[in-house]
């Protein structure tokens, strides 16, 4: 079983900053993608964004230039640091870990959640 912990959310006004964190724990033999998806009221999820092993970004239109994806592969953890925060950021933000098991299974696990919220 592998284990997600999320921290760092908040409330924060416009043009602030935020840092999640999402460490990763567990029957863990190596991790591939890790990344951050959202979820406002009434809409679906959809990703923000998204790191592979090597490094490699991937963002939504919407936060390119104010997000920034990384990861620390020693800690299992990947992070999510927001500047230029807007209003249209307010949500709960996911993390999700794609991960190679002890037992070589390939499973997905999703963080609980953390809630963002940016005042105008």
């Known amino acids: 079983q592998v284990q997600l912990v999320e921290s760092g959310g908040g409330l924060v006004q416009a043009g602030g900053s935020l840092r999640l964190s999402c460490a990763a724990s567990?029957?863990?033999?190596?991790?591939?993608?890790m990344g951050w998806y959202r979820q406002a009221p009434g809409k679906q999820r959809e990703l923000v964004a998204s790191?592979?092993?090597?490094?490699?970004?991937n963002y939504a239109d919407s936060v390119k230039g104010r997000f920034t994806c990384s990861r620390d592969n020693a800690k299992n953890t990947v992070y999510l640091e927001m500047n230029s925060l807007k209003p249209e950021d307010t949500a709960v933000y996911y993390c999700?870990?794609?991960?190679?098991?002890?037992?070589?299974?390939?499973?997905?696990?999703w963080g609980q959640g953390t809630q963002v919220t940016v005042s105008s």
């Open positions: 999700n870990v794609n991960v190679v098991t002890y037992t070589l299974t390939l499973a997905n696990y």
């Open positions: 567990g029957s863990i033999y190596s991790i591939n993608a």
């Open positions: 790191i592979t092993s090597s490094g490699s970004t």
